[in-house]
């Protein structure tokens, strides 16, 4: 499985601010996906970052919010902008890698926002 | 859409023994995979066991095994020999098959707390 490290694995903002979260996988993977995670709540996809093109967005979640990068096969962002409290929450990224099924996440970031 | 139904939100059992934690879903597709993940206090979320629709057999890693009945749709998890470290939050976890049906639809979650 791969190798996936999340920074920063924790962090608090401010209401109004933005935080951009990384994602890194030590190979090159076929998919990536960004996730949340509402305080003692499931897991419900946000996106699907595409290698050199636009994000795809699940219902409910919008690029104004949630801007995503994903530049090459081992590297994304995602970035939660103009932070309520409501934000609060775990990002998970996770990936598929080549020639498998299997999704393998990271450590996730804990986000708090007063 | 699929869905997926985790009943019991939550669980526990006397070191050594034996649970088994419920699932079950929903789909119209014929081929998929099921997931069951892990999740301790330290969030980080760790798979534990995967089959695969196509397959009969039930998929064993371990102390783990599941109990997959496709007509039914029900994935259960059955923990062997319980040790304090199986302690955690478990998901049940669907995906299609399918390219572009690659997301997981996750269950709402079985907190699972081990008796010493």
């Known amino acids: 499985s791969a190798v996936i490290s999340q920074k920063p694995s924790r962090d608090i903002c401010q209401r109004g601010t933005s935080l951009t979260i990384q994602c890194q996988v030590d190979?090159?993977?076929?998919?990536m996906f960004w996730y949340r995670q509402q305080p003692g709540q499931s897991l419900t996809l946000i996106a699907t970052?595409?290698?050199?093109?636009?994000?795809?967005?699940e219902s409910g979640f919008v690029i104004d919010k949630f801007p995503i990068s994903r530049p090459n096969l081992t590297f994304s962002t995602l970035t939660v902008s103009n932070m309520s409290p409501e934000d609060s929450s775990i990002y998970l990224c996770?990936?598929?890698?080549?020639?498998?099924?299997?999704?393998?996440f990271g450590p996730g970031t804990r986000l708090t926002v007063t | 859409a699929q869905t997926v139904t985790q009943s019991q939100p939550e669980m526990s059992v006397q070191e050594a023994e034996t649970v088994t934690l419920s699932c079950t879903y929903d789909?119209?597709?014929?081929?998929?995979?099921l997931f069951w993940y892990k999740q301790p206090p330290s969030r980080q979320m760790i798979l534990v066991i995967r089959?695969?629709?196509?397959?009969?057999q039930n998929a064993t890693e371990n102390r783990f095994s599941v109990n997959f009945q496709k007509a039914a749709k029900s994935f259960s998890l059955k923990i062997s020999d319980s040790q304090l470290g199986d302690a955690a939050m478990y998901f049940c976890?669907?995906?299609?098959?399918?390219?572009?049906?690659?997301?997981?639809?996750f269950g709402t979650g079985t907190r699972l707390t081990i008796i010493p």
């Open positions: 996770s990936v598929i890698s080549t020639g498998g099924y299997e999704q393998y």
């Open positions: 970052a595409n290698q050199g093109s636009e994000a795809t967005y």
């Open positions: 976890a669907y995906r299609g098959s399918n390219f572009g049906n690659e997301k997981l639809t």
């Open positions: 789909t119209s597709e014929s081929d998929y995979y």
């Open positions: 089959q695969e629709a196509y397959k009969q």
């Open positions: 190979s090159q993977v076929t998919m």
